[in-house]
């Protein structure tokens, strides 16, 4: 298998522009530890934790610092509505491996639809799919087989929130072609045990405690929906 020559060995903090710790998003703890501590990251990183414990804004910051749009995109792309962002980039420092690719694809499945709409009002030189003419899952799917062939990183934020089941497994399948053949690296933030189980994925668990490495049949996600699938009514019975 050809090695992957990493986009982002590592990710550090800017020193000579630290962020105050006092000012969101530096009061959460796994920025925080991020930034104290630095991050390395593998051929495949996956993030997986709770809503609001700070893997979007850890993924975002990383898209950001890469030259990526916020809203998703590629590197250098103009897509841009409405800011929200963290300003957590811009203390940032990725550590790059000699000679890697500085291309990369940001896919935020909220998202996708205005980058679709954008990339139909700046067509470039070479044709491509008609995004809006799937739904949405296909539409996420095309764009990463029709972009596949470009070396670089790709970073993707809760993309489950796309796809079904079978969807997962399709993109699990599109990334993994796309490392094995050391044409890119992934960095996943993701809600689900499907993507969680990435073969070969460094799993980071976020949390109130920071960032901590896992086991995919030790995280809280995977014993959380084992539990509700073996017995649903056991958590149902209490929404009432």
């Known amino acids: 298998m050809p090695r ?16 105050p710790r006092a ?38 910051a ?31 420092v990725l550590v790059r491996e000699l000679g890697a690719a500085k291309s990369g694809f940001f896919l935020r499945a909220e998202t996708m639809h205005g980058v679709f709409t ?23 799917l095309d764009f990463v087989i029709d972009r596949s062939e470009w070396p670089g990183l790709w970073i993707l934020d809760e993309p489950e929130s796309a796809l079904s089941f079978s969807g997962c497994l399709a993109l699990i399948g599109l990334l993994q072609s796309i490392v094995d053949t050391g044409r890119g690296q992934v960095v996943l933030s ?22 901590r ?4 049949s030790d995280l809280d996600l995977v014993r959380n929906q084992r539990a509700f699938l073996e017995s649903p009514e056991r958590y149902l019975r209490h929404l009432s």
């Open 23 to 60: 000012q969101w998003p530096g009061t959460l703890a796994p920025v925080q530890q991020l930034l104290d501590d630095g991050l390395d990251l593998a051929p495949v990183t996956v993030l997986v934790g709770d809503n609001g414990v700070g893997k979007s804004t850890l993924v975002e």
């Open 190 to 211: 993701t809600h689900s045990p499907v993507l969680a189980a990435f073969p070969g994925a460094a799993i980071h668990e976020v949390g109130e405690w920071g960032i």
């Open 62 to 92: 990383m898209a950001l610092a890469f030259g990526m749009g916020p809203e998703g995109g590629s590197t250098m792309s103009g897509h841009s509505t409405r800011p929200s962002e963290s300003q957590l980039w811009e203390h940032l």
């Open 4 to 19: 992957t020559r990493l986009p982002i060995r590592r990710v550090e903090e800017y020193a000579p522009e630290p962020l």
């Open 213 to 216: 490495r896992a086991d995919w």
């Open 118 to 140: 954008y990339l139909e009002d700046h067509p470039g030189a070479r044709p491509e799919p008609v995004f809006h003419e799937r739904s949405h899952g296909e539409s996420f």
